[in-house]
């Protein structure tokens, strides 16, 4: 049998959501019957250690996604995939706007990391995105959505046919445990009740909103611990002098492996004002620690059953969310039940298995033509 050729389109592999799945997918995707490649506008990144040996990458060395849109369409001409399947908004946008230059029987499919009704009156060009999300998705073959407000969003918004979208969560693997407990002494001081937050310090996240809440709290052994780096990282650094929370909360930066943090922590929290769907919530699960969250636009809902694997607060109520944290201090979780929880619904291999199952079918309907 013919491998299929996949060709994975994505900006780089710096640390991100989109790119952990990206990384997730190649590394179990079968080499029996797919044949995949990776092009990167910029070959950067910590994931790109995780790339398996047998998977071509290609560096398109541009600064930007709209600098690499014509290389992108002539390594595309080159290497003839049956399917080029992209990862990121803005990526999917200008694929779609040279889509009649792609080989006729390759098949595009974008994979959707935002709500666009949120996100794009957030952007630098809201009206401009706008109507090129209206015009050229619908030229997109498939439209994988992370869940189903993301899916919903596209078809009552922008008239997304529902026969062309699918809903594929996102994988957590099922990490070794020892790995969690790897230089693990240290982390936190064992006598606090530590609560870990994980993700891109931008506005979308909400980390403003979760040192308000910080403000709020009552226990003295509350201590918040923020993985990760952004550019609004030196509001929080102000803030946090301002309001003397130096002794409350630590900002850690990006680690290579959050695992550990998660695994030892009481609780992760979830300020986000949009989440399309949480690999950070999944994962902290998956290490057994519940998560409490807002209830946002995006998968949260989806992702959280309520007093099994986390919590739900109203979306922006920093009063009902801090009264949360203290409520929660001294109460056990339940890492056992939560981890089987989250692995019977989101496990890498069934995920995977779902992105083969569409990759197979739309090969098909396409030599088939």
């Not at 040279?98 to 499919?109: D, E, G, M, Q, Y």
Request: charged share 25%.
């Amino acid at each position: 049998m013919k491998k299929i050729k996949v060709l994975f389109v994505i900006s780089s592999m710096e640390g991100g959501g989109a790119q952990r799945v990206v990384s997730r997918i190649l590394q179990s995707l079968n080499s029996d019957l797919f044949d995949p490649q990776l092009a990167l506008v910029r070959k950067s990144g910590p994931f790109l250690k995780d790339i398996p040996s047998h998977v071509t990458v290609i560096d398109l060395k541009s600064s930007k996604a709209r600098f690499a849109i014509f290389k992108l369409l002539k390594l595309c001409r080159d290497v003839n995939p049956d399917i080029v399947f992209s990862n990121l908004g803005y990526i999917n946008v200008l694929i779609a706007l040279f889509r009649f230059l792609l080989p006729k029987r390759t098949v595009f499919i974008a994979r959707e990391t935002d709500i666009p009704s949120v996100s794009i009156p957030n952007s630098n060009y809201p009206r401009l995105l706008k109507v090129m999300y209206e015009v050229l998705y619908p030229k997109i073959d498939m439209i994988v959505c992370q869940c189903k407000y993301m899916k919903n969003d596209l078809i009552n918004k922008f008239c997304i046919s529902p026969e062309q979208t699918i809903i594929i969560n996102n994988p957590v693997d099922e990490i070794d445990i020892d790995q969690f407990n790897d230089n693990s002494n240290g982390l936190y001081d064992k006598g606090l009740f530590n609560v870990l937050a994980v993700g891109r310090m931008s506005h979308v996240k909400g980390y403003d909103l979760l040192l308000k809440a910080m403000t709020l709290v009552k226990n003295s052994r509350i201590h918040l611990t923020i993985l990760g780096d952004g550019h609004k990282r030196s509001d929080l650094e102000d803030y946090i002098k301002e309001k003397n929370l130096s002794e409350k909360v630590t900002l850690a930066g990006f680690q290579e492996n959050p695992y550990k943090y998660m695994a030892n922590a009481d609780l992760m929290v979830s300020s986000a004002r949009i989440e399309s769907f949480s690999n950070a919530a999944i994962e902290g699960n998956a290490c057994g620690v519940p998560i409490l969250a807002f209830k946002c636009p995006g998968g949260n809902e989806e992702i959280i059953d309520e007093g099994i694997n986390g919590w739900l607060v109203e979306s922006g109520d920093i009063d009902s969310f801090a009264m949360k944290i203290d409520s929660l201090v001294g109460v056990k979780k339940q890492s056992e039940k939560i981890i089987e929880h989250i692995y019977k619904k989101y496990n890498s291999k069934n995920i995977v298995s779902q992105y083969e199952k569409l990759f197979l079918k739309v090969a098909n309907i396409r030599q088939a033509l």
